[in-house]
């Protein structure tokens, strides 16, 4: 029942803001669901435990629903993104989905040669008659896990490291640092960029020298690497906040809390909307507490419980300012 319920509330957040072009001569219906075939372009592992995985689970729940064709590619460069994506589309693939921002340029540079194929990234921000970015909003409870930290340092000093430049990157650590420095303005934020976002050493190391320059909050957003990071704070007993899965299972006694992205009724929904053939050219925004099955906050319990409950109350008092606009977080296509 609830994952029914998850697959109804995405397909009327898709309905809503994407429309309705069925009418459209572009718009392809093909003649069953399990005719359809999808796939997916990653950066990283499809078993990393973080961003690739959600982008591997999200196919084969679309693969489960429709008994269709699903494939997983891992394609981490511009030239593999758009390489393989001509070579899945030359094979009649529908629906192609790069699993995250960076896929936005190398898929502009091919979509339009294939009118009847489907693009959608994560993030980004081309959007023509077939390619469509997904904007999870995450940038917004980045900000609340920012004015946590600033209250739960003793230190002053935070360290967050991102897996890449790109905007879907950064904006999740700009939402940080802004929430951080709104509570403590001298509060010192460490921030790296890993050179390889499946790096765990790589990650691991950052987390140590920043560990040692300070820092007592960890936060990552970096694909496997934040492994590396959850581990290093693991050993040295230092808060961490988790990032597109629920990561209170890497480190029970030190995850505050998690940002999750779920992309699961999200690839079922565009599925079926590619099916009915109402699928157009539009940035689809996803945001906590209204598309509550994609994007979520997740607390772990066991440390909530052992912090000021005026802290931890900070999630409820703040998302609905920043969700009005009262507080401003910029978005990914936004400057400060």
Known sequence: MKKVLALLLVTMMLASVVGCAGGDEGATQVSAPEDLKMATLLPSSPTDGGWGQTGASAINAAKEHFGCEAVIVEAGTADLMKTEAVNLAEEG????????????????????????????????????????????????????????????????????????????????????????????????????????????????????????????????????????????????????????????????????????????????????????????GETIKIRAEVDTDSLYWAWNDAVKDTLPADIMGLYGELLPQIQSGEIYVPGETEGW
Request: charged letters at 20%.
């Open 93 to 280: 693939f529908h629906i192609i989905i790069g699993h995250g921002g960076q896929y936005a340029a190398p898929f502009a540079e091919i979509s339009g040669d294939y009118p009847n194929t489907y693009f959608f990234t994560a993030g980004g921000d081309i959007v023509t008659e077939n390619q469509m970015p997904v904007e999870f909003m995450v940038e917004e409870l980045t900000y609340i896990m920012g004015a946590m930290a600033a209250n739960i340092s003793e230190s002053g000093v935070v360290g967050l490291t991102v897996g890449g430049e790109y905007p879907s990157y950064t904006k999740t650590s700009r939402g940080f640092e802004l929430g951080a420095k709104a509570t403590d303005p001298d509060i010192e934020v460490l921030f790296a960029v890993t050179q390889d976002s499946s790096d765990m050493n790589e990650a691991y190391e950052i987390a140590m020298a920043q560990i040692d320059a300070g820092a007592d909050i960890i936060w990552t957003n970096a694909n496997q690497a934040s492994l590396g990071s959850i581990q290093a704070a693991k050993e040295r007993g230092v808060y961490i906040f988790g990032m597109v899965q629920d990561q209170k299972a890497e480190a029970p006694d030190l995850v505050i809390a998690s940002v999750v992205q779920d992309f699961n009724g999200f690839a079922i929904a565009i599925g079926e909307r590619y099916l009915d053939g109402s699928l157009s």
